[in-house]
C-alpha cells in the first residue's frame, strides 16, 4: 500500500501519520514497525535495505519518506515500479510538500497510490496558537508551536502574539492574571534558566491548555 501525502499543512499531515500508524501498528510495537526517512541524501541501496526488514509481531511496517518530492530519480524509477513488485508487509507513506503536476513520478502513482491532499502555503502564526490553547487541544497547540518553532519565529513573538490575545480575550480579569503569570514565568524560564527555549513553551503551553 502506497500513500502520497501532498501539501504543507504539517499539522495536518501530522495528525494523519497518527491515524494511519495507529490503524496498521500496535503502540507498543511501533518503535520496532516504524522508519522515517529523508529525502536529502537517501540512496537506493540504503531505502531497499529497510524495506527488508521484517515486521516484528505485526503483519506490517510503515516507511514514511520525508521530503519525497526530492527524491533521486533512481529511487523514483524504484518506486514507480512498486505496484508490479510491491512489498505486501510494507506500507510506504511519501511525504511531498510541493507538488508539481506535471511530475511523471506523482502521474505514475495517480492510479495505485492513496492521495490526501493538504492546503499548501499555510501561514501559522500566534493567533492560531492561542486559538487552539483556547479550545484546549494540546496536541494540535504543541503542532502549532512547533510549527511556528521551525518557521523561526523568535520565543519573545510567541509569548508577545500569546500576550496580547489573552489581554483582548473575553474571560473574566482573575483568569487573564492567572495566564498571564504563567506567561511571565515562562518568560523568566526562558532568560534565566538552563531550560530551551521550546521545552519552556512546550511547558506553558501545556499549562495554558489544562487550566479552566
Known sequence: MVYLLIGQDSPAKDIELKRIRKEFLLKELEQFNLDILYAEGLSLKGLQER???LPVKSPKRVLVIKN???LDKEIKDFITEWPKKPYHNIILILDINHEN???AFIRALNKHAKIIRFRENISLNTFDLSRSIEERRP????RVL???IKDGEWPEMILGGLRYSLENSLMSA???RLRLKLLL????EIKTSKLKPAVALEKLVVNLCVLT
Not at 139 to 142: R, S, V
Request: with cysteine.
Open 174 to 176: 482573575p483568569q487573564v
Open 146 to 148: 512547533n510549527q511556528l
Open 185 to 188: 514565568n515562562c518568560d523568566i
Open 68 to 70: 519525497s518530492e526530492k
Open 101 to 103: 503536476r506535471k511530475d
Open 139 to 142: 496536541d494540535y497547540a504543541l
Open 51 to 53: 524495506l527488508l526488514v
